[in-house]
Nanobody
């Protein structure tokens, strides 16, 4: 069964850190472009970060540059989003998604989506 399963998330104080995980089953995640997205209440979904092996690229939204880091562990078939210096405006439901090869981070052809996980940044 092909699926993407997310873990992590929860409540964190401003300035804190959190790591989200995106694990793939039924396909080799390394071949795919993996994107992280978020959607806050009343706002449109936005792309946060992406990693692609097709062209070795990564992408970060301006709002998270220098604070978030995307990485992958091919042995675990998992991609991570390390989030540091979190701000209240980072509060959202976060989703990871996979786009098939040979997609890069300019793609919009994400066909496998995780279940979403809530991240709340609040004191």
């Amino acid at each position: 069964q092909v699926q993407v399963v997310q873990s992590g998330g929860g409540l964190v104080q401003p300035g804190g850190s959190m790591r989200l995980s995106c694990a793939a089953s039924g396909f080799i995640l390394d071949y795919y472009a993996i994107g992280w997205f978020r959607q806050a209440p009343g706002k449109e979904r936005e792309g946060v970060s992406c990693i692609s092996t097709s062209d070795g690229s990564t992408y970060y939204a301006d709002s998270v540059k220098g604070r978030f880091t995307i990485s992958r562990d091919d042995h675990k078939n998992t991609v991570y989003l390390q989030m540091n210096s979190l701000k209240p405006e980072d509060t959202a439901v976060y989703y990871c998604a996979a786009a098939p090869p040979p997609s890069n981070c300019r793609t919009n052809m994400y066909n496998y989506w995780g279940q979403g996980t809530q991240v709340t940044v609040s004191s």
